[in-house]
């Protein structure tokens, strides 16, 4: 019986001394917001710009993903798919994201963390040049693909795909 005691106040110690540390980690931190007006990203690294450059990949790697799902339809499968995935990450990897605004930032001993959003026109107008970009070269029409892009039912269905992937849940059955 007094072991047991023991067991749970050494117990009770241990979660009363860590427990602070994770109550004032934000939650962002662990779980990426999501809102229909903006994209998010979290970075993480060593150093502030680190975790800066991290968010602002993030960012950038969702308004590809959404370009190539676009293009990738008109083009079907094959050389054009791939290489227009090629050039769509060449593209958007050599962005800045200028007017991606830092919203907060996190640092616990050595590690550094950083909340951004990109507004979602100006996400629209960078992906809608990338289709402009390379609508020559890849040979599809930037105007019906625009439309494409911009159609609210596609970009739901893109943005709640993104959600359940970010909440795990990327092997979804409505079954």
């Known amino acids: ?13 241990l979660v009363s001394a860590v427990a602070p540390v994770f109550a004032d980690r934000p939650e962002w931190v662990e779980q990426l917001p999501f809102t229909e ?27 590809s993903s959404r370009v190539k799902a676009v293009v990738t339809m008109e083009l079907a499968t094959g050389s054009g798919a791939v ?10 990897t050599g962005n800045t994201l200028r007017g991606a605004e830092l919203v907060e930032r996190y640092s616990e ?20 040049s990338a289709l402009v970009r390379f609508e020559d070269k890849l040979g599809y029409e930037a105007g019906d693909l625009i439309e ?28």
């Open 1 to 13: 019986m007094r072991a047991r005691r023991e067991v749970i106040v050494l117990a009770f110690a």
């Open 37 to 63: 007006d903006d994209y998010w990203g979290v970075g993480r690294g060593a150093t502030q710009q680190e975790a800066e450059e991290s968010a602002r990949r993030e960012i950038l790697m969702q308004l």
């Open 83 to 92: 290489e227009a995935s090629e050039s769509m990450d060449a593209y958007f």
């Open 109 to 128: 001993d050595d590690k550094h963390w950083v909340l951004m959003k990109y507004c979602d026109e100006c996400g629209k107008a960078l992906m809608q």
């Open 148 to 175: 494409g892009l911009n159609d609210e039912s596609l970009s739901r269905s893109y943005k709640i795909e993104r959600r359940l992937g970010e909440l795990e849940l990327s092997d979804f059955s409505a079954d």
